[in-house]
Antibody, heavy 122, light 109 residues
């Protein structure tokens, strides 16, 4: 059974930093690209960042480029999101999301974690 | 940038009836379209990918159709557990980019 468990959320002041983690189990972690997707309170879903299985390639939404860094440790089956220079508009639940795999996969997300809440406020 | 527009924003349907949710892309996304269900306080759950393929363990009352710019999610004979928010999402193979619609809230009439 695929499981994704996020941690590291909390209250941080504007301009501060936070690192989110996502512990993965139930699949061969290193074989799959992973994503972070966020959801502001009462709002819709926004893709934030993606990383290839080997960490060779990373991608970011324009809204976080230059402030957030995605990384992974395949020896620990863990995905990370380092968030710097945080703003009030970064307040959201952050979800870890697994990309599909295999020959028929064309990019959809097939599993999501339960999310961790990040609140940016003074 | 591709913009995904869902309609209606809220849909009121009685249990046992059919619900039809729409999603429109600002430019063709071929069949690279997924649908997700989200209940309050829960993570999204994949329902449909490739515009019309049901994900694992999704009951057959959920069906997707469309290609290009116009997509439909149909839920036949609504059950109480189906009342939730539904999001469409377009995806690219690589580099990975994802754009979500703003969601349709399906509520009990």
């Amino acid at each position: 059974e695929v499981q994704l468990l996020e941690s590291g959320g909390g209250l941080v002041q504007p301009g501060g930093s936070l690192r989110l983690s996502c512990a993965a189990s139930g699949f061969t972690f290193s074989s799959y690209a992973m994503n972070w997707v966020r959801q502001a309170p009462g709002k819709g879903l926004e893709w934030v960042s993606a990383i290839s299985g080997s960490s060779h390639s990373t991608y970011y939404a324009d809204s976080v480029k230059g402030r957030f860094t995605i990384s992974r440790d395949n020896s620990k089956n863990t995905l990370y999101l380092q968030m710097n220079s945080l703003r009030a508009e970064d307040t959201a639940v952050y979800y870890c999301a697994k990309r599909c795999g295999g020959g028929s996969c064309y990019g959809w997300v097939d599993y999501w974690g339960q999310g961790t809440l990040v609140t940016v406020s003074s | 940038e591709i913009v995904m527009t869902q309609s209606p924003a809220t849909l009121s349907v009685s249990p046992g009836e059919r619900a039809t949710l729409s999603c429109r892309a600002s430019q063709s996304v071929s069949s690279n379209l997924a649908w997700y269900q989200q209940k309050p306080g829960q993570a999204p759950r994949l329902l449909i990918y490739g515009a019309s393929t049901r994900a694992t363990a999704i009951p057959p009352r959920f069906s997707g159709s469309g290609s290009g710019t116009e997509f439909i999610l149909t839920i036949s004979s609504l059950q109480s557990e189906d009342f939730a928010v539904y999001y469409c999402q377009q995806y690219e193979n690589w580099p990975p980019t994802y754009t979500f619609g703003q969601g349709t809230k399906l509520e009990i009439k």
